[in-house]
Each structure stands twice: as structure tokens, then as C-alpha cells.
T-cell receptor
Framework: GQQVMQIPQYQHVQEGEDFTTYCNSS?????IQWYKQRPGGHPVFLIQ???SGEVKKQKRLTFQFGEAKKNSSLHITATQTTDVGTYFC?????????WGAGTKLIIKP | KAGVTQTPRYLIKTRGQQVTLSCSPI?????VSWYQQTPGQGLQFLFE???????NKGNFPGRFSGRQFSNSRSEMNVSTLELGDSALYLC???????????????FGPGTRLLVL
């Protein structure tokens, strides 16, 4: 199946630095959902974006949906240790798409 | 409400065997989806059931099958296991069927399958 590309695969940051992950699809998405998976845990829903160009914020997290509804981003400002985990985008609307490996956020000691 | 439950949590099988995994969705949820998660391949959609009918299917061979019961509980079966089937199998429930649905999925803890 066609895979939604998420980049980067890993991002190492110092606590307090910002973090961004991008989700790119070659096909138009009806909507997109973001999930976070803590180490050893299961994915937990963060947010859903539906409209073209939509921007949503949750405290230090900012989510954007591209104008063409083919890409999305998640930005975390001033990362904290509680942000550690893997962030996945779920390309809703096309079940032949694979979620992808996500972006793993690692806080440098 | 109780969350999504999956049994067993861990399983070890050998090549050629078959396995059945179980998922109980959140009470009131009628849609159950199954995913395979491997370190290198990420989350891959297997199939989705709604009201006992398979509504959507991912790109997996016929060895992977599932079903849903009238109480919305779902089972997934993998026959003739291969080494590459070793993975975390996640089940997610939502109150509506997918394909563009604006509904959150709630994941269970998963069943970790190891094929030797």
C-alpha cells in the first residue's frame, strides 16, 4: 500500500528546544488525525484536522493541515520530558495508506 | 467506561501454527479496527469491522482474517504463521465506521506476538 511519509524518523532535542514532525501524502486526505505513543504504550488520540489550512493548538502543541490536504505538521514548543514518545499521523480516508513509522522524539540527557 | 481490552497480551507461536487474538471494544462502540505494528514498518491497517461486517481492508494476505460478533467483540486470526508476523497487534474501537469518519479511535494495549 502507499505509505504516508513521516519525517524525520527520529529527532533528538535538548529539553526546552522545539520539535516538529511532518506528514506527507501523495493523495488528498479527507482528514488527518494525530496520535502519540509513549514507549511501551499504545497510540493515544491527540487531535483531528478536517479543513484545508486548518490550525489547531493544544497548549505547547500546534497542528496544521496543508491547503491541499496532502500534508500536515505537528510542532511542539519548548519540549519537556513528558513529550517523549512516537508521534503518528493517521491518514483517514484511504485505507490502502500505511500510517508509517512515525517520528520518535528523544530528549537528550 | 472501561477501555479497549485485548487478549492475550503476549503470545509465542511457531511457524506454521495459527493464532486467534481477541478484542473487546469500548461499550457502545460498534467499529473495531485491527493494526499490525512492527519496528521497521510502523502501523499498518489490517481491517475494520462494523456491525459484524468487514467494511474496509488493508493490504494483507488472506492468511489474516477477522470477524465481529453481535456484541461488537472482534477476533483476528492468522493462519500458517511466518516469522515476519511477529509484531504488536493493536485493536482500536470507535463509535462509527471509518473512511473519512470524523471519529476518534481508542486503542487497546495490544497483543505482542512472537513467532519462532
Amino acid at each position: 500500500g502507499q505509505q504516508v511519509m513521516q519525517i524525520p524518523q527520529y529527532q533528538h532535542v535538548q529539553e526546552g528546544e522545539d520539535f516538529t514532525t511532518y506528514c506527507n501524502s501523495s493523495t488528498t486526505l479527507s482528514n488527518i488525525q494525530w496520535y502519540k505513543q509513549r514507549p511501551g504504550g499504545h497510540p493515544v488520540f491527540l487531535i483531528q484536522l478536517v479543513k484545508s489550512g486548518e490550525v489547531k493548538k493544544q497548549k505547547r502543541l500546534t497542528f496544521q493541515f496543508g491547503e491541499a490536504k496532502k500534508n500536515s505538521s505537528l510542532h511542539i514548543t519548548a519540549t519537556q520530558t513528558t513529550d517523549v514518545g512516537t508521534y503518528f499521523c493517521d491518514p483517514r480516508g484511504n485505507y490502502q495508506l500505511i500510517w508509517g513509522a512515525g517520528t520518535k522524539l528523544i530528549i537528550k540527557p | 467506561k472501561a477501555g479497549v481490552t485485548q487478549t492475550p497480551r503476549y503470545l509465542i507461536k511457531t511457524r506454521g501454527q495459527q493464532v486467534t487474538l481477541s478484542c473487546s471494544p469500548i461499550s457502545g462502540h460498534r467499529s473495531v479496527s485491527w493494526y499490525q505494528q512492527t519496528p521497521g514498518q510502523g502501523l499498518q491497517f489490517l481491517f475494520e469491522y462494523f456491525s459484524e461486517t468487514q467494511r474496509n481492508k488493508g493490504n494483507f494476505p488472506g492468511r489474516f482474517s477477522g470477524r465481529q460478533f453481535s456484541n461488537s467483540r472482534s477476533e483476528m486470526n492468522v493462519s500458517t504463521l511466518e516469522l515476519g508476523d511477529s509484531a504488536l497487534y493493536l485493536c482500536a474501537s470507535s463509535s462509527v465506521v471509518g473512511q473519512g469518519a470524523q471519529e476518534t479511535q481508542y486503542f487497546g494495549p495490544g497483543t505482542r506476538l512472537l513467532v519462532l
